[in-house]
């Protein structure tokens, strides 16, 4: 009988023993399942995460990619304009007013300026020709002299035309040889196509008191004045006194040249011819 008991409590123990195992093999499995599933949630977030950062990062790019185009293609289009922006500056200035045309630097063959009459015969570039005409009506309303055009623009055949005539004085009056004559004649008169007046932007100018292409034209109450006005035009006194080795051509105190009446100013201040202008705005 007491056995019977002992083997009933030992079976009973036995099943404790197993409920208390399967217990805490349950309770590990649980919270095994439990960290997995805590895991996988946080996974499920890392990813989530992920993948938003991902878009925002292609979103990032993506604007990165769009704003670099758009810099680049504003860029190709100011390339584009500086040319048009560059000639634009360029013709603000006028440079072109200050072409130098001598033996050294020659006319670009058939050049031909737009002209516009300054009176009677007279023709001069569009741009100059009517405040050729205002500095001498000044001048006169000044009682200050009597100035009038003697020479303006010429082609390159009445260039020829007084070339040649020069040269034929030059022989008759030294009677030296052609070779000679055409030297001395270039101090004087342009040789073809390096002339000035080709460009259409110098005027000789003289007094009706004393119409003669002399030094004495200096002392014309004409010239006077307008070595005093003429830069409050665009003009400047081309070949001055004691240049001649700087312009290759002798005083003229009757040749006027356009250059606009910024670079006039700052010429006429200065008390250089164009070469030496010129030269010096290169330099800078």
């Known amino acids: 009988m007491k056995h019977s008991k002992i083997r009933s409590g030992g079976k009973s123990i036995r099943r404790e023993v197993l409920i208390a195992l399967a217990l805490i093999v349950l309770t590990v499995a649980s919270g095994f399942v439990i960290q997995l599933l805590l895991q996988l949630q946080a996974m499920r977030r890392s990813e989530e995460q992920a993948g938003l950062l991902m878009i925002d990062t292609l979103e990032e790019f993506d604007s990165f990619i769009w704003n670099e185009h758009a810099a680049h293609a504003a860029a190709a289009e100011r390339l584009k304009e500086l040319p048009q922006q560059k000639k634009q500056r360029h013709d603000d200035l006028q440079l072109d007013l200050l072409t130098i045309v001598s033996s050294a630097s020659p006319l670009k063959e058939g050049y031909v300026p737009e002209l516009a009459t300054v009176v009677e015969e007279y ?13 001498m009506q000044d001048c006169r309303a000044e009682n200050a002299g009597f100035p009038m055009i003697c020479s303006a623009y010429r082609t390159q055949e009445f260039q020829q ?8 004085r030059v022989m008759q009056e030294k009677y030296c040889s052609v070779e000679e004559a055409t030297v001395l004649a270039a101090e004087e008169v342009a040789f073809p196509g390096t002339s000035e007046h080709q460009l259409g932007l110098a005027a000789d100018i003289i007094d009706e008191t004393y119409p003669y292409l002399t030094e ?5 109450g004409t010239q006077r004045w307008l070595k005093e006005h003429a830069a409050d035009y665009g003009f400047i006194l081309r070949y001055p006194p004691e240049s001649s080795n700087i312009t290759g051509i002798i005083y003229e105190p009757w040749h006027y040249r356009y250059v606009g009446e910024k670079f006039a100013h700052e010429i006429t201040n200065r008390g250089i011819t164009l070469e030496e202008y010129v030269a010096w705005r290169r330099g800078r």
């Open 161 to 168: 035309e007084l070339f040649d005539n020069k040269v034929i």
């Open 123 to 135: 023709q001069l570039d569009a741009r100059c020709a009517a405040l050729c005409w205002d500095m």
């Open 216 to 220: 004495w034209q200096e002392t014309t």
